[in-house]
């Protein structure tokens, strides 16, 4: 029988497309295992890239962390060489009892700044004064450095007139240093003479030991931040110091993020390359047998086209979900296709854009789309951004990504990114402005006044500073809170805008602080004018709720090139004029003049002397008796503090005390006070009391309660002989935290009274919370007694309301026999006063009471 012709037919395709598969399947395999090599390979790039980028960041940080070290040196060196006491006290002559005994360049270089070698080299080259690790010391500067300090000392007295620090890295001992020198010159203080000799050098010098550098790296973030061995100094990770690393080299360990990515990737890769070729197998046996059904079946190429079509729709589907819009324009740059995302996004429908010119829709600012795209020296793969309107009229920004086509047109996709690029203007918006009140900030004020001060300025046209501290703003966030705050500066910023011109600035540098830079008033009473306007507005009611806020300025005033002519002294001298009127009792405005530097310089040798004065033995107690008024028995005495100012003489309490309150001396000052008092108190009769005042600042800073403890434990007195004076206005800035104090103190067995009564904000309500043991009714009211009914009978309702609640009453200022013979009558209880004593020096009153 002859064979089937059809049969043979039947199996030959079969046998060709299994062929087929088979080839297709194995360079599919092929292809799979060489994308995953090729992802092993850019797992292990990635790996490399991201060491890589670590040991830069270290490179970058460990930099960082030198050149802070290198700032704060040279801000160290700066400070205390261009400096008029050091050039008296280390030049003209060497004083070390100045320079180290009061700790003007002594240990606490060492102890606070880890300043290794201080050296002090006069104008023949000799070292006259060093301290070595806080000690002082008799070394030679270039015995101790281990080399000449010559260069460097004339290198420093080179650059005398410039007051500027010459520095270098070198070896000390074995160990890297960062060695700065300066001539030492009078600074800005008027009232020393140069003599007309070389300047004398200051040398400071810190060693970069283990433990300094370790310190040094974990404030920079960098890991083991050590002196470089000589067997690992070599690497990415070390940095040599000095020339050609003659001073050492640094080492430091950075992270290797490498192991952890490659130990978890590459068995994942292997694991899933292992997966795909089981699936392959599996694919493989399985059309294998389906390809001997399609190859007979008609159906296979139907099945084929409804695949297609699938794939088709499954493109169009995911081109639809994407937020990009799709498009495509022939060589005329007309539009032939747009994606359905398009309307979506813009707004506008697709077909009546279809055959419209791309340069109707789509703008640049430098040039049309069309003549962008043909030119043919642009980015082959451009992505380009763009601008247009919406239905609404909004202007919407685009970037658009374009592909050349064969027939002349281009294809590309397009993404919306005005949201992005108005979050990028904010971002730039907010860096040169505050973000509360809008105004600039101080890198916007530095920049603006840089630019100003580099046009030459002249008397005729000065650039005018005002530097503008509110008054009375404090309570209001106290009081009403921060929001309320809030609303009070930015009511202010607007008044504050609305009072200057066009091309004139209003910036905040502070809490309440703001600075105005204004130009063309060239005459002072223009400039008085203006501040008078100013406060004017300031000073307006702020409605907020169902109540008024009322707040107040000061203006301190300086003016380029009149006072200086740049950014830092103006700013400088504009904080000057403004303490000024500050101290002039505020809501007022002073010019800078040169005298108020004269000022500074003045309260920084007072506050540098009354540090030294505290730990010296310069403060002397006077004690000023207390009387019982109805029997005239002296009842206790005011420990009154006073300075023995070696130049000066006796010094009174009202000209250091706020000293000590601004510099945070008053802790130290109050401690002695209290404790001398105390020990004085313990040798009187066991009928008399000491009296100490304290400040409000003591409420706020240390533990009063238990500074107190100590010192009725070191003298021995019995805690009832205490009584502590404290003023009104102490209960008002923290009234929580001042109660918890008083009743530690009270706890104690000391006694409370609250001082200077009547002349502050308290209330009934006061007296009542806070456990007071008596009032002292402020002198003011004394000094009017004769004159004024009113004043006496305020007197007698302090007395009534201090009997209604067991307080006793006490008198200050008692001058006269009237004034005592009245108080009598109305029964206060005790009284102090001139009349009846003056303060007393500890001497003469014990010799009193003896």
Not at 135 to 145: F, G, H, R, S, T
Not at 237 to 257: F, H, R, S, Y
Not at 503 to 510: I, K, Q
């Given at each position: 029988?002859?064979?089937?012709?059809?049969?043979?037919?039947?199996?030959?395709?079969?046998?060709?497309?299994?062929?087929?598969?088979?080839?297709?399947?194995?360079?599919?395999?092929c292809l799979l295992v060489g994308l995953f090599m090729l992802t092993?390979?850019?797992?292990?790039?990635?790996?490399?890239?991201?060491?890589?980028?670590?040991?830069?960041?270290?490179?970058?940080?460990?930099?960082?962390?030198?050149?802070?070290?290198?700032?704060?040196?040279?801000?160290?060196?700066?400070?205390?060489?261009?400096?008029?006491?050091?050039?008296?006290?280390?030049?003209?002559?060497?004083?070390?009892?100045?320079?180290?005994?009061?700790?003007?360049?002594?240990?606490?270089?060492?102890?606070?700044?880890?300043?290794?070698?201080?050296?002090?080299?006069?104008?023949?080259?000799?070292?006259?004064?060093?301290?070595?690790?806080?000690?002082?010391?008799?070394?030679?500067?270039?015995?101790?450095?281990?080399?000449?300090?010559?260069?460097?000392?004339?290198?420093?007295?080179?650059?005398?007139?410039?007051?500027?620090?010459?520095?270098?890295?070198?070896?000390?001992?074995?160990?890297?240093?960062?060695?700065?020198?300066?001539?030492?010159?009078?600074?800005?203080?008027?009232?020393?003479?140069?003599?007309?000799?070389?300047?004398?050098?200051?040398?400071?010098?810190?060693?970069?030991?283990?433990?300094?550098?370790?310190?040094?790296?974990?404030?920079?973030?960098?890991?083991?931040?050590?002196?470089?061995?000589?067997?690992?100094?070599?690497?990415?990770?070390?940095?040599?110091?000095?020339?050609?690393?003659?001073?050492?080299?640094?080492?430091?360990?950075?992270?290797?993020?490498?192991?952890?990515?490659?130990?978890?990737?590459?068995?994942?890769?292997?694991?899933?390359?292992?997966?795909?070729?089981?699936?392959?197998?599996?694919?493989?046996?399985?059309?294998?047998?389906?390809?001997?059904?399609?190859?007979?079946?008609?159906?296979?190429?139907?099945?084929?086209?409804?695949?297609?079509?699938?794939?088709?729709?499954?493109?169009?589907?995911?081109?639809?979900?994407?937020?990009?819009?799709?498009?495509?324009?022939?060589?005329?740059?007309?539009?032939?296709?747009?994606?359905?995302?398009?309307?979506?996004?813009?707004?506008?429908?697709?077909?009546?854009?279809?055959?419209?010119?791309?340069?109707?829709?789509?703008?640049?600012?430098?040039?049309?789309?069309?003549?962008?795209?043909?030119?043919?020296?642009?980015?082959?793969?451009?992505?380009?951004?763009?601008?247009?309107?919406?239905?609404?009229?909004?202007?919407?920004?685009?970037?658009?990504?374009?592909?050349?086509?064969?027939?002349?047109?281009?294809?590309?996709?397009?993404?919306?990114?005005?949201?992005?690029?108005?979050?990028?203007?904010?971002?730039?918006?907010?860096?040169?402005?505050?973000?509360?009140?809008?105004?600039?900030?101080?890198?916007?004020?530095?920049?603006?006044?840089?630019?100003?001060?580099?046009?030459?300025?002249?008397?005729?046209?000065?650039?005018?500073?005002?530097?503008?501290?509110?008054?009375?703003?404090?309570?209001?966030?106290?009081?009403?809170?921060?929001?309320?705050?809030?609303?009070?500066?930015?009511?202010?910023?607007?008044?504050?805008?609305?009072?200057?011109?066009?091309?004139?600035?209003?910036?905040?540098?502070?809490?309440?602080?703001?600075?105005?830079?204004?130009?063309?008033?060239?005459?002072?009473?223009?400039?008085?004018?203006?501040?008078?306007?100013?406060?004017?507005?300031?000073?307006?009611?702020?409605?907020?709720?169902?109540?008024?806020?009322?707040?107040?300025?000061?203006?301190?005033?300086?003016?380029?090139?009149?006072?200086?002519?740049?950014?830092?002294?103006?700013?400088?001298?504009?904080?000057?004029?403004?303490?000024?009127?500050?101290?002039?009792?505020?809501?007022?405005?002073?010019?800078?003049?040169?005298?108020?530097?004269?000022?500074?310089?003045?309260?920084?040798?007072?506050?540098?002397?009354?540090?030294?004065?505290?730990?010296?033995?310069?403060?002397?107690?006077?004690?000023?008796?207390?009387?019982?008024?109805?029997?005239?028995?002296?009842?206790?005495?005011?420990?009154?503090?006073?300075?023995?100012?070696?130049?000066?003489?006796?010094?009174?309490?009202?000209?250091?005390?706020?000293?000590?309150?601004?510099?945070?001396?008053?802790?130290?000052?109050?401690?002695?006070?209290?404790?001398?008092?105390?020990?004085?108190?313990?040798?009187?009769?066991?009928?008399?009391?000491?009296?100490?005042?304290?400040?409000?600042?003591?409420?706020?800073?240390?533990?009063?309660?238990?500074?107190?403890?100590?010192?009725?434990?070191?003298?021995?007195?019995?805690?009832?002989?205490?009584?502590?004076?404290?003023?009104?206005?102490?209960?008002?800035?923290?009234?929580?935290?001042?109660?918890?104090?008083?009743?530690?103190?009270?706890?104690?067995?000391?006694?409370?009274?609250?001082?200077?009564?009547?002349?502050?904000?308290?209330?009934?309500?006061?007296?009542?919370?806070?456990?007071?043991?008596?009032?002292?009714?402020?002198?003011?009211?004394?000094?009017?007694?004769?004159?004024?009914?009113?004043?006496?009978?305020?007197?007698?309702?302090?007395?009534?309301?201090?009997?209604?609640?067991?307080?006793?009453?006490?008198?200050?200022?008692?001058?006269?026999?009237?004034?005592?013979?009245?108080?009598?009558?109305?029964?206060?209880?005790?009284?102090?006063?001139?009349?009846?004593?003056?303060?007393?020096?500890?001497?003469?009153?014990?010799?009193?009471?003896e």
């Amino acid at each position: 029988m002859p064979s089937n012709p059809l049969s043979l037919d039947d199996t030959q395709p079969n046998h060709s497309s299994v062929a087929l598969i088979r080839t297709s399947l194995f360079k599919f395999v092929c292809l799979l295992v060489g994308l995953f090599m090729l992802t092993g390979g850019l797992l292990a790039y990635i790996a490399h890239t991201l060491d890589a980028r670590e040991i830069k960041e270290g490179q970058f940080h460990t930099a960082n962390a030198l050149k802070s070290l290198e700032s704060s040196m040279d801000s160290y060196i700066r400070d205390n060489a261009s400096w008029g006491d050091a050039y008296e006290h280390l030049h003209l002559q060497v004083d070390t009892d100045w320079a180290y005994v009061k700790q003007n360049l002594g240990a606490s270089l060492y102890s606070d700044f880890f300043i290794n070698g201080v050296f002090v080299i006069d104008p023949q080259g000799r070292t006259v004064y060093s301290v070595i690790n806080g000690k002082l010391a008799q070394i030679n500067a270039e015995k101790w450095l281990q080399q000449p300090a010559l260069p460097l000392v004339e290198q420093a007295r080179a650059r005398a007139e410039a007051e500027i620090p010459v520095a270098t890295y070198t070896q000390v001992a074995g160990t890297p240093a960062y060695v700065t020198a300066m001539a030492i010159t009078t600074g800005d203080d008027p009232t020393i003479k140069n003599d007309g000799r070389s300047p004398s050098v200051m040398v400071l010098a810190t060693l970069l030991n283990n433990s300094r550098l370790k310190a040094l790296g974990q404030d920079y973030g960098v890991n083991d931040l050590r002196l470089a061995s000589t067997s690992q100094a070599v690497g990415s990770n070390v940095m040599a110091l000095g020339e050609d690393g003659n001073a050492g080299k640094i080492q430091w360990n950075p992270e290797v993020p490498s192991q952890g990515i490659l130990i978890i990737g590459i068995p994942l890769i292997g694991c899933a390359a292992l997966v795909v070729c089981l699936m392959a197998w599996v694919i493989l046996r399985r059309t294998t047998v389906a390809a001997k059904a399609l190859d007979n079946s008609y159906e296979s190429l139907k099945h084929s086209e409804a695949a297609l079509n699938t794939s088709e729709k499954r493109f169009r589907d995911v081109v639809e979900a994407s937020s990009d819009w799709v498009w495509e324009i022939n060589r005329d740059m007309r539009f032939t296709f747009l994606s359905e995302r398009f309307e979506s996004v813009t707004g506008l429908p697709v077909a009546s854009w279809i055959g419209r010119s791309m340069d109707s829709l789509l703008y640049r600012q430098a040039g049309s789309m069309s003549d962008y795209l043909n030119n043919p020296d642009r980015d082959p793969h451009p992505s380009i951004q763009c601008h247009y309107r919406d239905t609404q009229g909004q202007e919407r920004i685009t970037r658009l990504s374009a592909r050349a086509m064969v027939d002349g047109g281009f294809r590309g996709t397009a993404t919306d990114v005005t949201e992005e690029e108005e979050a990028r203007r904010r971002i730039e918006f907010l860096s040169l402005h505050d973000a509360l009140t809008g105004l600039a900030n101080r890198t916007r004020l530095l920049a603006f006044l840089g630019e100003k001060l580099k046009s030459k300025r002249s008397m005729e046209q000065p650039l005018l500073v005002l530097s503008v501290d509110l008054d009375r703003f404090k309570p209001v966030n106290d009081l009403l809170g921060h929001a309320a705050g809030d609303l009070v500066l930015n009511e202010i910023s607007s008044r504050l805008i609305n009072c200057i011109r066009h091309g004139d600035l209003v910036s905040r540098v502070g809490g309440d602080e703001f600075v105005l830079v204004l130009e063309g008033i060239n005459n002072e009473e223009a400039v008085e004018e203006v501040c008078r306007r100013l406060i004017m507005a300031i000073e307006q009611p702020i409605k907020m709720a169902e109540q008024g806020v009322f707040v107040g300025a000061s203006v301190g005033i300086a003016m380029a090139p009149n006072d200086a002519d740049n950014v830092t002294e103006i700013l400088r001298y504009s904080d000057i004029a403004l303490y000024e009127a500050k101290a002039a009792g505020r809501n007022t405005w002073r010019f800078y003049a040169s005298d108020m530097n004269d000022k500074i310089i003045e309260r920084r040798r007072m506050e540098s002397d009354l540090r030294y004065a505290i730990n010296h033995d310069e403060l002397r107690l006077h004690f000023q008796p207390r009387y019982r008024i109805s029997d005239g028995q002296m009842v206790g005495a005011e420990a009154l503090v006073r300075w023995q100012h070696p130049t000066r003489g006796l010094i009174a309490p009202d000209t250091f005390i706020p000293i000590a309150e601004d510099t945070g001396l008053i802790v130290h000052l109050g401690n002695w006070v209290l404790e001398n008092a105390c020990i004085n108190a313990a040798r009187w009769p066991d009928n008399l009391f000491v009296s100490v005042n304290l400040s409000p600042s003591e409420f706020k800073r240390g533990n009063l309660a238990e500074r107190v403890k100590n010192s009725l434990i070191s003298s021995g007195i019995d805690p009832a002989r205490l009584e502590l004076e404290i003023t009104e206005n102490a209960t008002l800035d923290d009234a929580v935290g001042t109660l918890e104090v008083m009743n530690e103190l009270k706890n104690l067995g000391v006694r409370i009274t609250m001082d200077d009564f009547g002349t502050g904000y308290s209330s009934l309500n006061n007296l009542r919370t806070f456990p007071f043991d008596g009032l002292k009714i402020d002198r003011g009211f004394l000094n009017r007694l004769v004159d004024s009914e009113e004043d006496k009978s305020i007197i007698q309702a302090m007395i009534s309301l201090g009997r209604a609640l067991s307080l006793t009453v006490t008198a200050e200022g008692i001058e006269t026999t009237e004034q005592l013979s009245w108080l009598e009558t109305v029964d206060c209880h005790e009284g102090q006063g001139y009349f009846l004593s003056r303060p007393l020096d500890a001497k003469v009153f014990n010799a009193m009471l003896e």
